[in-house]
């Protein structure tokens, strides 16, 4: 037997019934938990920027958003591609076959470097775009200075998540939330170097802020990339070999499916920056208590991020095993593992949901705020779980490689019905910025429901 042979097995088990799902349960928990972790400290890392940027003031803040949104627009076309490096290198390790897991992840890494090129025209031309969107001068040339800083980062991001997916994919992932959880104190210290210049170093204001991003970016690619040159068992798939050769057949199947991923990310987002948008035209109260309530759902929603990331892994696993009880199996544990969770956490929030407000609008001026906040957050609890499990779900049907009929959903669901509905309630009724929310509601459940069914038809007609 080869050395390239040796390498792991995908476990099988030939457990009982009543213990297959113990099995699968406790395998979807080890692998979605330094998964939710890892984005977590992608949170943490976020959070401490906005933290040290805000110090520079209101308007420093501002340029930030406005920068970082036009930044996370060109990404996303980035992010979904490389999301595919994930199912399709799943899929080769449950069929054993790992010149295929390193055809996957060696495409990943080509499709990076060549997406990243034109997606850099987005932040670079930054400027321009949010004065055409109507934004102030000085904002936009604020928010420039930012992105002049991040944008060299977008190569290095994305080439450490297509080897998080080769991670995850090979039931590895725990070098990734060290690498992250690492990566968190020393992004605060560049940040706080860069954007004051303290101890000797320039003050470089946003620009700074943005290129200690990139430098981490570096940091964390370079880390990830140690790991898999030198450590076991990553070392075994020899990922850099014949790097110089690009798989164009792979490459257009890769692009199929992320295609697909990218396009329904962006759905999403531009339904919420929408509904940013409706709240303003409300009231700034109300666009304060959304912004507060979403970023309190941000942060839910890393938990059920992390089972979906593994979901993808686990249903791969079998598709490549051609084992269609186990593809079902895979998928309904990881969404009633992300139902519980999701319950049990909006629960938290539910009871603490003024104690939460309040942890954002301190002063006593701010008490219509803490009211508002207080009633989207219960308002959202319905939102809460219905997200938890559109994310989930649509993980399990991209370990089918199942992404196109998903986006046709997400348009119908988020915009046709979604946006809709938080217009006409925002607008046409009482409930205001109430309405809104449940507009937003009603969307994301209409689009979990038709994934759950989507996953139930192809699981049941897989190895038919």
């Known amino acids: 037997m080869t050395s390239i042979e040796k390498l792991e097995r995908v476990p099988t088990t030939h457990a009982a019934p009543e213990n297959q799902f113990v ?7 080890r692998l979605s938990a330094p998964m939710a972790l890892t984005q977590l400290g992608q949170i943490a890392m976020m959070t401490t920027d906005l933290a040290f940027i805000g110090r520079l003031g209101d308007e420093a803040v501002a340029a930030a958003a406005l920068g970082h949104t036009v930044f996370f627009v060109s990404f996303t076309f980035g992010l979904g591609l490389v999301a595919a490096v994930a199912p399709l290198a799943a899929q080769a390790f449950g069929a054993r076959d790992p010149r295929q897991v390193r055809r996957a992840v060696r495409t990943g890494l080509w ?29 936009a040339r604020l928010g420039q200075e930012y992105l002049f800083g991040l944008v060299w980062g977008i190569a290095p991001a994305l080439w450490f998540i297509a080897i998080r997916g080769f991670m995850g994919a090979v039931n590895r992932p725990e070098p990734v939330l060290w690498i992250t959880l690492a990566a968190i104190p020393a992004n605060a210290l560049l ?13 470089l204001g946003l620009f700074g802020a943005g290129l200690a991003t990139t430098i981490v970016n570096i940091g964390t690619f370079l880390a990830s ?10 070392r075994k798939y020899h990922i850099l070999a014949r790097l110089w050769r690009i798989d164009w057949p792979l490459m257009r199947l890769l692009v199929a499916i992320g295609a697909p991923i990218s396009l329904s990310m962006l759905m999403e987002y531009g339904l919420f920056s929408s509904a940013a948008i409706l709240m303003g035209l409300i009231s700034t109260t109300a666009l304060a208590a959304h912004q507060v309530a979403l970023q309190v759902t941000a ?3 890393m938990v059920p991020l992390g089972i979906g990331m593994a979901a993808t892994v686990r249903v791969g696993h ?4 051609g084992d269609a009880a186990a593809v079902r199996r895979a998928g309904y544990v990881a969404l009633w593992l992300g139902i519980a969770l999701a319950v049990a956490l909006t629960v938290v929030v539910v009871l603490w949901r003024f104690g939460i407000a309040g942890l954002f609008f301190g002063n006593a001026t701010s008490h219509g705020a803490i009211e508002l906040t207080a009633v989207l957050l219960l308002v959202g609890a319905t939102y809460f779980i219905t997200d938890a499990i559109q994310t989930i779900v649509a993980g399990a049907l991209r370990g089918l490689n199942d992404t ?3 986006l046709l959903f997400a348009v119908v669901s988020y915009w046709a019905i979604g946006f809709t509905l938080a217009c006409v309630l925002g607008f046409k009724t009482s409930l205001g ?8 509601s009603c969307g994301t459940a209409v689009y979990a429901v038709a994934l759950i069914l989507r996953f139930r038809r192809l699981a049941l007609r897989f190895g038919t």
């Not at 940040?191 to 003050?203: A, Q, S």
């Not at 910025?433 to 937003?440: D, I, S, T």
């Open 299 to 301: 942060i839910l929603f």
């Open 318 to 321: 079998a598709v490549g095993r």
């Open 433 to 440: 910025a109430v309405g809104v929310w449940v507009g937003l």
């Open 404 to 406: 196109r009929v998903p």
């Open 191 to 203: 940040v706080y170097l860069l954007l004051y210049g303290n101890w000797g170093f320039p003050r």
């Open 111 to 139: 499709v990076a470097l060549l997406v990243s090129i034109p997606i850099m025209i987005l932040p670079l031309r930054g400027e321009q775009i949010l004065l055409a969107l109507g934004q102030a001068p000085q904002s």
């Open 23 to 29: 099995l699968e349960l406790t395998e979807t928990l």
């Open 225 to 234: 990339l140690w790991f898999v040159m030198w450590r076991r068992p990553f």
